[in-house]
Nanobody, 122 residues
Framework: QVHLVESGGGLVQPGGSLRLSCAAS????????MGWYRQAPGKQRELVGT???????TYVDSVKGRFTVSRDNAKNTVFLQMNSLKPEDTAVYYC????????????????WGQGTQVTISS
């Protein structure tokens, strides 16, 4: 089982910055990918950015150049540095991990955090 806890959400003015953290705990063999998703009111959940254990990252086009995903493999923690925030970034941000619970298991499963609210408003 993998338990994910997000932190760092809050209210920020347009143009401001926030740094989200997500720490994974539990009993698992490894976490292949960690990342961030968000869901705004009335919209579907969308990918924000992901990072593999090797450090490869992907981002949705709307946040490229403004958001940065990083990872501390030793601590099983992923971060989302958000700069130049816009009102359209307002959403609940969810942490996700893709992990294998056992070394002999070929399957990797998705695990989700509880979400943290990020609000960008004047």
């Amino acid at each position: 089982q993998v338990h994910l806890v997000e932190s760092g959400g809050g209210l920020v003015q347009p143009g401001g910055s926030l740094r989200l953290s997500c720490a994974a705990s539990g009993n698992f063999f490894n976490i292949n990918v960690m990342g961030w998703y968000r869901q705004a009111p009335g919209k579907q959940r969308e990918l924000v950015g992901t990072i593999t254990s090797g450090g490869s990252t992907t981002y949705v086009d709307s946040v490229k150049g403004r958001f940065t995903v990083s990872r501390d493999n030793a601590k099983n923690t992923v971060f989302l540095q958000m700069n130049s925030l816009k009102p359209e970034d307002t959403a609940v941000y969810y942490c996700k991990a893709v992990a294998r619970l056992r070394s002999w298991s070929g399957a990797a499963n998705d695990y989700w955090g509880q979400g943290t609210q990020v609000t960008i408003s004047s």
